[in-house]
């Protein structure tokens, strides 16, 4: 495997990130987007430069792994703006595929958890499709429990399917 760089994005990059997203959507069946419906709305590369800006300044976490200049895969975690729950953060997490099985997934999250403890976010929270085993199981590998399960929460392919919370506490 060739050398994996983790970083925070450049706000000059967000139309790659934007790019490398909509390549994971084809790859999967477990992002929110189904193929080409992030290409029908209206590309939003200010929102995505506010995300970027957000992970720069420390109030959001936004790191990616890049090997030989390509997004292979990265980690956002949101935080909450109100009072009452800025001491958690939403996960979200995507790894190209031929990138996954390459431990890009732990580092990230390894990452997280240093952002974490050093920003006072006591809370992680996500959700994840229940028949995604292998990402489930590389979310409690990383300390996240499952906290209930959200019911016909999507659709894909026609069909109605179920979604775990799970969230990590510190």
């Given at each position: 495997?060739?050398?994996?760089?983790?970083?925070?994005?450049?706000?000059?990059?967000?139309?790659?990130?934007?790019?490398?997203?909509?390549?994971?959507?084809k790859e999967t069946k477990?992002?929110?987007?189904?193929?080409?419906?992030?290409?029908?709305?209206?590309?939003?590369?200010?929102?995505?430069?506010?995300?970027?800006?957000?992970?720069?300044?420390?109030?959001?976490?936004?790191?990616?792994?890049?090997?030989?200049?390509?997004?292979?895969?990265?980690?956002?975690?949101?935080?909450?703006?109100?009072?009452?729950?800025?001491?958690?953060?939403?996960?979200?997490?995507?790894?190209?595929?031929?990138?996954?099985?390459?431990?890009?997934?732990?580092?990230?999250?390894?990452?997280?958890?240093?952002?974490?403890?050093?920003?006072?976010?006591?809370?992680?929270?996500?959700?994840?499709?229940?028949?995604?085993?292998?990402?489930?199981?590389?979310?409690?590998?990383?300390?996240?429990?499952?906290?209930?399960?959200?019911?016909?929460?999507?659709?894909?392919?026609?069909?109605?399917?179920?979604?775990?919370?799970?969230?990590?506490?510190?």
């Amino acid at each position: 495997m060739k050398q994996i760089i983790y970083r925070k994005l450049r706000v000059e990059e967000a139309q790659k990130f934007w790019d490398m997203m909509n390549e994971l959507d084809k790859e999967t069946k477990f992002m929110m987007y189904e193929v080409g419906e992030r290409e029908e709305k209206a590309v939003n590369l200010q929102a995505l430069e506010c995300q970027i800006q957000n992970a720069i300044k420390d109030n959001d976490f936004l790191l990616i792994a890049e090997v030989e200049g390509e997004i292979a895969g990265y980690l956002s975690a949101e935080r909450g703006v109100p009072n009452r729950i800025k001491h958690t953060a939403y996960v979200v997490t995507g790894v190209r595929e031929k990138y996954r099985g390459c431990g890009i997934g732990k580092e990230l999250f390894q990452r997280l958890d240093l952002w974490a403890k050093e920003n006072d976010v006591t809370r992680l929270e996500l959700t994840v499709v229940c028949n995604n085993i292998i990402a489930k199981r590389l979310y409690e590998k990383n300390g996240f429990v499952v906290e209930g399960i959200k019911k016909n929460s999507m659709i894909i392919d026609g069909q109605y399917v179920d979604e775990f919370y799970m969230a990590k506490l510190f």
